[in-house]
């Protein structure tokens, strides 16, 4: 089985990763798994899809075994005032409202902040991926993005007890599965798929048919 280094430390990201990956017959593995440690490439940019590309080149440029796939994400918050708008810079946001970033801090951040607005927040996602690869001397990267809408994600005021470790939203997040609200915590593997792991499989699919060594 064809292998693809995935790009992060994240546990919720490589556990997503993984699943993904080997739906599509290819064999994910981490950092941990090798028993690598690389340094973290440096964010620059704006999008999720530009950082995810700055990060896969990042980390490329230090591995050469296989390609290398990294990943960004943003959200948007609806009907927020621009102090109570993380601009899809939630670590640094949860940090100025709380001290430090950690998950619970966000947990608490965020389901404090949709208290504020009446209980939820409509909200949408962004996950921007990037594959990246060496041919020769070069290093080639293609990424792509997957986007959710508002109407299917809001942020709550009162958290799941369940826990992602990496996802601070994942308990204060409800996804409509099935035309039924659920935290996003919660979800089954199944519900997931049908929430947005397809979505992100399909892409990424599409990433991997453009890598010719894959």
């Known amino acids: 089985m064809k292998k693809i280094l995935i790009a992060t430390t994240n546990p919720g990201k490589i556990m ?3 699943k993904i990956l080997e739906w599509l017959g290819v064999e994910g593995v981490s950092f941990s798994d090798l028993g ?11 999008t999720a899809e530009e950082i995810a590309v700055e990060k896969a080149l990042g980390y490329a440029r230090q591995f050469k075994d296989f390609p290398v ?13 621009e102090e ?17 970033y950690t998950d619970e801090n966000g947990i608490k ?14 909200c949408g ?57 659920k935290y996003d915590a919660e979800l089954t ?7 947005y792991w397809n979505l992100q499989a399909e892409m990424i699919r599409g990433l991997i048919e453009k890598c010719p060594v894959l």
Request: glycine share 10%.
């Open 16 to 18: 997503t990763a993984k």
């Open 109 to 122: 951040v965020f389901s404090e902040l949709a208290g504020k607005y009446g209980g939820e927040i409509p």
């Open 84 to 100: 109570d708008d993380p601009k899809n810079h939630n670590k640094e946001f949860v940090a100025r409202k709380a001290g430090e």
């Open 36 to 46: 690598i440690s690389l340094n973290e490439p440096e964010e620059t940019k704006a």
């Open 125 to 181: 996602f962004d996950w921007g991926y990037a594959l990246a690869w060496h041919d020769g001397d070069e290093v080639r990267v293609v990424s792509g993005l997957a986007t959710t809408g508002t109407e299917k994600t809001k942020i709550v005021s009162e958290a799941s007890p369940a826990r992602v470790p990496g996802f601070c939203f994942a308990p204060v997040m409800k996804v409509l599965v099935n035309g039924e609200w």
């Open 189 to 195: 593997d199944k519900e997931s798929w049908e929430a």
């Open 69 to 81: 796939l990294a990943r960004d994400d943003t959200n948007f918050l609806v009907g927020v005032s």
